[in-house]
């Protein structure tokens, strides 16, 4: 019986922009595919056994390329699946950045800086995982709020964590949040009378 194959569709950015729909045997981690594709050349795509480069995923090849998003999903009408992809690497480097403070920013402001507990603020934010469609209506884990208890003064706080995307000017929007050469993300902490 022929093995089942499940399609993948990711970006080969190290030193291209290519837009790579990817065969893979079912079952294949898809992170796996993703990293693959973010650190191997363009031209090791086209090696007979698949990704090749000391990479060892039996059986994935790469069925099509494009530097258009749409040409690339129009070969297995996987249009709908950009979206979701986008989504999750942007929920991936969002979780990078708070968890591990990697890929951005981190802006304290003055009332958070005010109550001198900052360390323990910031774990609180690292260790956020209350993520409803009411707090994050996108699935970006952009932002988040929980209530705190100050060690000094025993006040009651509610702090904020949000997460944006700038171009690499800092001067707009980025243009997409999902690649990381074209954004500069920021998160800023900050008590929720301060917004």
């Known amino acids: ?3 089942q194959m499940q399609k993948f569709l990711v970006t080969a950015t190290m030193t291209t ?3 790579l729909v990817v065969e893979a045997p079912e079952g294949t981690d898809p992170d796996d595919v993703r990293l693959a594709a973010r650190t191997l050349d363009g031209g090791i795509f086209h090696e ?3 990704f090749g480069g000391g990479w060892d995923i039996d059986g994935a090849r790469v ?4 530097e258009e998003e749409h040409a690339a999903a129009d070969a297995y009408d996987i249009t709908t699946d950009i979206k979701r992809l986008k989504t999750e690497e942007i929920r991936r480097l969002n979780d990078l950045l708070r968890k591990r403070q990697i890929g951005g920013q981190i802006i304290l402001t003055q009332g958070i800086a005010a109550l ?7 774990s609180r934010v690292r260790e956020f995982d209350d993520f409803e469609p009411e ?3 996108y699935q970006e884990h952009d932002f988040g709020s ?6 000094g003064e025993g006040e009651q706080h509610t702090i904020n964590w949000k997460i944006d995307y700038y171009d690499e000017d800092m001067n707009g929007l980025s243009e997409d949040p999902a690649d ?3 954004t500069n993300r920021v998160m800023t902490v900050m008590l929720a009378e301060e917004r």
Not at 63 to 66: F, G, L, V
Not at 116 to 122: C, G, H, Q, R, V
Request: net charge negative.
């Open 1 to 3: 019986m022929p093995e």
């Open 17 to 19: 922009d290519l837009i």
């Open 48 to 50: 007979p056994e698949g």
């Open 63 to 66: 069925i099509e390329e494009s």
């Open 116 to 122: 001198d507990e900052s360390a323990a603020i910031m």
């Open 135 to 137: 707090n994050d209506p």
């Open 146 to 151: 929980f209530d705190y208890e100050d060690q």
């Open 180 to 182: 990381p050469k074209k």
